[in-house]
């Protein structure tokens, strides 16, 4: 069959499969507590990991018709919510491509703090520098650069001896 990998994307709150408590996703990707599942109350998340699919299906629920598809837990194979696939109805649309995890079926449990501490903040990380592809090989680009600061010149070398100068891309 192969090896299983499970996911753990952190977080300080987390939720894990109430039946063997196998990582699914944390408190930040929650986008809504006020959905109902067969079971009772469920939660809205933006992605979940650590889960199997089942077939797609039409159901009509609560909201609408719709195209889901079960999620079950990767290790115990419990079913723990559905996926959103497509909604029929426009102003259903947010919850496409959404996971439902019933609370019933899973446990919230404290997570662990990042030590970088992105979590906390939500802070992007530092922007990179400009790149320019060339012939599929990426590169600094020099254009960023103004001509008195970079040294660039334009001339061609004083000898053969020399480093040709780099030219600025247009």
Known sequence: MGRIFI???????????????????????????????????AMLFHRAWNLDYSEAQHRDMMTGKHIVRDVMC?????????MYEFAMEESQRY????VILEKALIDEEDGFPDPAGALET???????????????????????LSRSDSGISNRAPASQDSVPAIQESP
């Open 7 to 41: 996911e753990n994307h952190g977080g300080l709150r987390i939720v894990v499969c109430r039946f063997c408590k196998t990582y699914l996703t944390n408190r930040s990707e929650l986008i809504s507590s006020r959905f109902q599942g067969s079971s009772g109350r």
């Open 74 to 82: 990767r290790i115990c194979h419990k079913k723990v919510g559905w």
């Open 95 to 98: 919850k496409e491509a959404r």
């Open 122 to 144: 939500h802070e992007q990380p530092p922007a990179s520098p400009k790149f320019e592809t060339f012939g599929g090989r990426r590169g600094i680009r020099l254009s960023t």
